[in-house]
């Protein structure tokens, strides 16, 4: 076994004092399931113990969850957070784990007055790390950096720390930050050096996003020189709401290297030998010192190195759907999700996302063919069924369309907006029926532009490509088939979904075309315009056409009021629509 | 005319050099909206100006309105906002009204690198007042505290200024402040005693909330002593998604005593004399001194003292629905609501807001009667119809929903929601044939406990009274008769709607009490936990009957899903859902 990184050959019994054996818990969390949560932490702690951790790092607030957004500041929440850390404390003692050091993420209420001028409520917590060793608390670091952009309100929610906490424990040194902490240039990182600590742990709760995980691993490298320190880097897995964590735990040494590296999207307990750096100061300044007497584990057996392939984009961002909607639909209740399958793309997409986050019998699909439906759409939302296994049927909206056309005559685009909400009720009522949760399949292109009918096809308790564009849609599902096909089993999608010209065919012979720019073109303005803010005329100065460029402005500004109720989905681009990109609906701004 | 303040009595034509005349502008900014809100501060400083004032104090933000949310991260807004205060400063000059020294709010940009560290990115702007004389901007105030808390997210959006800013002009020392500012103790309020400032000018965009006036006018008469200055406070007036400003600008004398007070919900220009202080100091310490030269309005009529009277708590909230809703309408460019009216309470008090909002001919109301619907609730809807002469039409829904029934065989509570649907889908439809803006009908009672259906009477662009409690709209519908009777006009709301026990009407004999607690305890016991945040053991240890508080608690967590959904309206309360009130969906966390 090749093992780069620690200096000694490790047996089963030999207990080297010069290595500190640590775990990277990334653990799954659900926001509020205190007890829930307790055991997923008693759980990891258990398994890395086996593998003869003496140090297991625990998400950043993995006790609460996160983010448990304005429950931060409800003093019951405070004081169960409170209660449920020393319910680890002390259930690890119980289950034989004392003797491992245990740094787990929490909330922790504070009285301080200082929170008043802040701007925070009296009572406002903070976001700490609880140093857990042998049933007791022995003492904290508090978070020092509260990022307040994008989906981040932290200002809102939590206390600021300022003190450095130096953890002298199994001969090792090791400083903890927090997620934030590791971003601003300045921060406790760059104090860490001084303290002459050989190992810094940093909990994280940061959600991904397209080639974050790159981004990450440069800032990582650059923190370990910086703090001339191993980093062990630990984030949590799992979905909650509009957000997705991606784990991508991982370990680097000193000087920079990677020597250890957790999966994307999957719970996995990271090992990895860290050489303890000889203790040359018995005080140390600039820092709390918190002495933990102990010799961790004394059975170490052997460990493989890991470090986790890269994967492709689309290999990512499809992993990230998936997991988003498993965890929306279980840490929910649900057991099953229903969606209208029209043939096209994009519910064909989310049909795939569903049956591999699911399982194909906990999917139902519903074709809503209406008089203007093609034969080919018809075909495709069946095939689709045929070659996954999925519950399907077919529910023809035309009788209920003509009963409101007979009452109330709409037409235009009343009528074609009926079309829409005949099958938008029609779901709802087979969910409320069911129990299915209803799943809306539009995707950012459409939402940016305003493409698709409030209460029609935008209904839903998830969407689960809201912020997908429709060329990462395509791209999906091509990536999607090719998967299968490499694996020998029957592509998901039907070809003809991918290919054809996509439609809404809410009237004969439409298509998106007839409405919208072309896709590539349109979505290249909008990552301009909503993911990078950029203005009309820079837009235009790119190159881009300028009629086409103030029409997907105009377009995007006035469909803030259908974003404004749109269902929550995850967060995978840059800037996603609802909890990062705040815009009133009341605005005469505009950018043409 | 008994004037208690001015030491001088002042003919139209005579200059006091021992006072300066004050305009509060108290006028009503759309966001983005920068060349109308140009026009909007132009035509005040025109009217103050006529009533020979020497200084006119605009609101925070009046340049953009306010609040603007990310907008104010923008560099082509915040461009917008740079070009549109200078705009303003050329254009008082060119109307002759450059002699008017003149205090706006706007959002100015930066260049400052410190907004990275605090969180915000860089080219962050600031919150700022523009000090405008003479054609030029001679200098600003930042403002220093920056709310992020309630409905607020200034961390996100600001960076804070730091710097104490007194104007000398007219022979008077004033010192400025923005909103928060006067909020927090140890603020720069707190350092304007030691310059020496006769005058404390106060730009304010502070929401409407019950209330809160009475809170306002104790907090100005303490600051205004503190400061050992008169005290000038103007709000902005109007309606801003789910904010509505009540203005309520008023000035107050260094020992506390009201001068003037402007009305609530309606634009005014407040006009009052202040005595200047004799500087005694001619350079100033704590501050930069920002120096005007000058001598003010040569003109001054005489004026009559203003001090609104104390309206009651139902005139003042009913004032803040119509104002909301009235300014929702105008200014997304609608000219008509349309909405179901059932002859229920919540549905009634809805078209008298909207009929006092709009007319009555700009009012569209649809009875939906179903096969449950009783007479009475028929009549009832018709009744108020004929009473108020809004534009009225049934629409039976019992073919449609036999359509779907017919189809899909929906029994129970999907039978029930369907008929919600139906209903929903059917507003929609008119709305889209015939462009007007659809209101949901729901109270806060209803939408804490999840009592409404998603997609059915959920529907809306706008929910005027979504943080009205049930028993709050009983209230306002009974204050509002009385107020027709008091002016001799016919009450527009149908006894028979206010005193009937309350029923959704989806299956025979239906009641809400079936379902629900009695509201008067329903809504006693939200209060504690919706406003107050309050946990169970200590909601019950109040004496509310422990089963009731158990099961109001958990409807209201599982129906966190519905909310995030829900169309915007007004805050109201001490804490609404939605911008104020940020919850998780996915929680796990119970009170009980």
Known sequence: MLRKFAPLALTNTLKSV???????????????????????????????????????????????????????????????????IQDL?????????????????????????????????RGAPMNSAAIIHEGKIHGHYNKHHLPNYGVFDEFRHFVPGDELVVVRAFGSDMAIAI??????????????????????????????????????????????????????????????????FDGDSVVITASGEVVARAAQFEEEILIVDIPARKIS????????????????????????????KQTDDY?????????????????????????????????ALVAAISIDALGADKVFAVSLPSEYSSEHSKSDAKEMADRTGINFRTVPIAPMVKSYLDELGFTGL?????QARVR????????????HLVLATGNKSELSVGYS??????????????????????????????????????????????????????????????????????????????????????????????EVVIKTLQLTDRAEYKRRQYPPGPKVSIKAFGRERRLPMTNKWRES
């Open 424 to 435: 938008g009720t029609t779901l709802m009522g087979i969910s409320n029926q069911e129990g």
């Open 281 to 308: 100061n018995p005080q140390i300044s600039g820092a709390k010192l918190i002495e933990i007497t102990g010799s961790g584990s004394s059975e170490k057996p052997e460990i493989a190195k890991r470090i986790r």
């Open 453 to 546: 009918t409030i209460y029609g096809d935008a209904v839903g308790g998830f969407a689960p490509i809201k912020d997908v564009p429709k060329v990462d849609v395509w791209g999906l599902a091509k990536w999607r088939n090719e998967k299968a096909k490499l694996e020998g089993k029957n592509p998901p999608i039907p070809e003809d979904s991918i290919t054809k010209a996509p439609s809404a065919e809410l009237r004969p012979g439409q298509k998106d075309s007839d409405s919208l720019p072309d896709y590539e073109l349109l979505d290249a303005i909008l990552l301009q315009y909503v993911e990078f803010d950029r203005s009309s005329e820079e837009i235009i100065a790119m190159g881009f056409p300028s």
């Open 179 to 244: 997620c934030e902490d590791l971003w601003q240039d300045g921060g406790p990182v760059s104090r860490v050096k001084a303290t002459g600590a050989s190992l810094l742990l940093v909990l994280n709760g940061s959600p991904y996003e397209r080639n974050k995980d790159d981004v990450r691993l440069k800032l990582v490298q650059k923190r370990a020189k910086e703090a001339n320190a191993a980093l062990a880097y630990v984030n949590m897995v799992g979905g909650q709401d509009d957000l997705v």
């Open 414 to 418: 009343a009528e074609e907006n009926l």
């Open 315 to 347: 290999a990512e961002l499809y992993s990230a759907l998936v997991l988003s909607l498993k965890d929306y639909v279980a840490k929910n209740g649900f057991k099953s999700v229903l969606f209208g399958l029209s043939g096209g793309i994009d519910s």
């Open 18 to 84: 010069e290595t500190i054996r640590l775990a990277l818990a990334q653990v799954n969390p659900t926001v509020g399931d205190f007890s829930g949560n307790v055991d997923v932490c008693i759980n990891a702690v258990k398994n890395a113990a086996q593998k003869g951790a003496d140090v297991v790092l625990l998400p950043e607030m993995v006790i609460p969850g996160y983010p448990m957004d304005d429950l931060a500041l409800r003093p019951s929440f405070q004081e169960a957070s409170a209660k449920a």
């Open 89 to 121: 404390a002390t259930k690890l003692a119980s289950h034989n784990l004392g003797h491992v050091l245990v740094i787990a993420g929490y909330l922790r209420g504070t009285d301080n007055a200082d929170a008043v001028k802040l701007g925070v409520p």
